[in-house]
């Protein structure tokens, strides 16, 4: 039983160009969350989806960024028009349903915006 | 709100020291708790979790308490070992009443190196 995977491990965007970021919660789980690690940072909360749905973005930067989590294929963080500053690691958790206790991480993704 | 405070790092321990990284939180009512390990170039894995006061966590080796009365849950091993070297995260989850359950609140992390 595969883990969570996310693609691509390490990504390189110029300024100005769009990053989508992968994540494939594992097997059975319908909740995904996105956070963000900042260099020399702990993580932040982006978002909250299930299938279809958005249910907490409450940590997402209101422009560039957005998340979706089709019926089927992985969720996608996308975020538009990268800057420096959006240069961190990415990673992507899973869980079965919204009261479990644990979640599962990813290998995360690195962005360098350069 | 909820939060989560570490002590910071680098800790530089050598092989055989004893181990403890001091997590303290604030948090309404039970919240879960969780130990996370990022090693070099890694993702997170979950060391150990806690859900109710005076659970301990195991795992490795390492241990911890989940201290209602102090609101901590300080990280402890015997015997580190040079494998042991990564960041580690202290980290909350709101029980299950709480509006915000859906997310994971996060300490800064330790960095541990640990000698040969």
């Known amino acids: 039983n595969a883990g969570v995977m996310q693609n691509p491990r390490h990504l390189v965007r110029r300024r100005g160009q769009e990053a989508r970021l992968r994540c494939s919660p594992m097997?059975?789980?319908?909740?995904v969350y996105w956070y963000r690690q900042l260099p020399e940072e702990g993580l932040k909360f982006m978002v909250y989806?299930?299938?279809?749905?958005?249910?907490?973005e409450s940590g997402m930067p209101k422009e560039r960024f957005s998340a979706e989590f089709p019926k089927e294929g992985p969720s996608i963080l996308r975020i538009q028009q990268v800057v420096r500053g959006d240069s961190a690691a990415y990673f992507c958790?899973?869980?079965?349903?919204?009261?479990?206790?644990?979640?599962?991480f990813g290998q995360g993704t690195r962005l360098t915006v350069v | 709100g909820d939060s989560v405070t570490q002590m910071e790092g680098p800790v530089t321990l050598s092989e055989e020291a004893f181990l403890t990284i001091n997590c303290t939180y604030t948090?309404?009512?039970?919240?879960?708790l969780f130990w996370y390990v990022q090693y070099p170039g890694e993702g997170l894995q979950l060391l150990l979790k806690?859900?109710?006061a005076d659970d301990k966590g195991s795992n490795k080796g390492f241990e911890a308490t989940y201290r209602k009365e102090t609101t901590s849950f300080h990280l402890e091993k015997g015997s580190v070992q040079v494998s042991d070297s990564a960041v580690y995260f202290c980290?909350?989850?709101?029980?299950?009443?709480?509006?915000?359950?859906?997310?994971?609140?996060w300490g800064l992390g330790t960095s541990l190196a640990v000698n040969p």
């Open positions: 980290a909350l989850k709101p029980p299950t009443w709480a509006g915000n359950n859906r997310k994971l609140i």
């Open positions: 806690a859900t109710k």
């Open positions: 948090a309404t009512g039970y919240p879960s």
């Open positions: 097997k059975g789980h319908s909740h």
């Open positions: 958790a899973s869980s079965l349903d919204a009261i479990s206790t644990e979640a599962f």
């Open positions: 989806l299930q299938k279809e749905n958005i249910i907490d």
